[in-house]
């Protein structure tokens, strides 16, 4: 459990978009929404598969044989991306041109000079309101990630059948990939602080379908709920790098997007086990689905704050990178 810990989100949420600030120099927020968003398709696609497996050769034969594709996969990946940006095979990151590339790379057009690159440093961020107006957002963002492991049961215990659930957990799934989508594009048009308000207002309306929901006993807004707030509570996986990339810069990125995804992490980690003991205590989900309503609120106003505040204390060497 420990080592699949550590690894899973070293190679889906955190390195795929480190590997897409990088090689992409424009419209970062759809490829990292599509990258994450094949999480999702991913997960949809084989877990029947490996299911089906487990059945036929049970559960040792099938995690061996997957393991030993996953490796091979990953070290094929891997060899394709030891370099750390495509400048070294003479190719430009997507959408850059020369002059991009002049102004954020040492004068050999080899190698990546932090000193040329605007954004903030490690240390800048930690000395600054900016690190601990995004630390309150990364928060969210952990909370958030509660709810999507809890829909089925959520919905279970508040009256409905097995086969409800189920197909809420479906829509929740597909509202994961599309609010991806929607987010990506949204960063790409007005910022990572307007994709987050845009999650933000999906979760929140789809929360309070599921309270509606619930109070009625509708199956159809189950659905419609399940899916709204799907789009929106993606945010915990989509929004950390963008709101990172938007705050911090990309001098220190992946030391300070790695701070926010162990925020991000830590948050979840404590939010679950809460949510379980409030709806013990309850006996009903609506309280949490009010507490979710308030943190999702709550990463808007920080999100708008924390990127205004970072990007004024960026350390802008030469001429700024051209949006």
């Known amino acids: 459990g420990l080592l699949v810990g550590l690894s899973y989100p070293l190679t889906s949420i955190y390195l795929a978009p480190i590997v897409i600030n990088q090689w992409f120099f424009k419209r970062q927020g759809t490829f990292t929404a599509i990258a994450l968003a094949f999480i999702g398709v991913g997960g949809a696609i084989l877990s029947p598969i490996m299911t089906m497996m487990i059945q036929a050769n049970g559960w040792q034969a099938t995690m061996m044989t997957w393991g030993i594709i ?6 094929c ?12 095979l003479g190719i430009l990151p997507y959408g850059a041109t020369q002059e991009d590339v002049r102004k954020i790379i040492a004068s050999d057009g080899k190698e990546e000079d932090p000193d040329k690159l605007p954004g903030l440093t490690l240390k800048r961020s930690l000395t600054t309101p900016v690190f601990w107006l995004m630390a309150v957002v990364f928060t969210g963002f952990g909370i958030m990630a509660v709810v999507t492991p809890n829909v089925n049961t959520m919905v279970q215990v508040s009256g409905f059948t097995a086969m409800v659930a ?7 799934s597909i509202g994961n990939i599309v609010g991806k989508l929607i987010m990506g594009w949204v960063k790409d048009k ?7 308000a845009t999650a933000a207002l999906m979760a929140i309306v789809g929360f309070a379908c599921y309270i509606i929901a619930f109070t009625t006993m509708d199956e159809t807004l189950v659905y419609v709920a399940a899916f709204v707030g799907g789009c929106g509570v993606c945010m915990a996986t989509m929004m950390p790098p963008l709101v990172a990339a938007d705050a911090f810069g990309p001098k220190a990125f992946a030391a300070l997007y790695g701070i926010g ?63």
Do not use: H
């Open 70 to 75: 996953l490796a091979i996969v990953q070290i």
């Open 77 to 88: 990946i891997g060899g394709f991306l030891i370099r750390t940006t495509p400048l070294a």
């Open 166 to 172: 189920g197909f809420a957990v479906s829509c929740s």
């Open 261 to 323: 995804s162990a925020i991000r992490a830590i948050a979840g980690g404590i939010g679950s086990p809460v949510a379980g003991a409030i709806y013990g205590s309850s006996g009903s989900y609506v309280p949490n689905l009010v507490i979710w309503i308030a943190f999702a609120f709550i990463c808007v106003p920080f999100a708008f704050a924390g990127i205004k505040a970072g990007q004024k204390r960026w350390d802008r060497p030469g001429t700024e990178i051209r949006e």
């Open 190 to 196: 007005k910022g990572a602080a307007w994709a987050t």
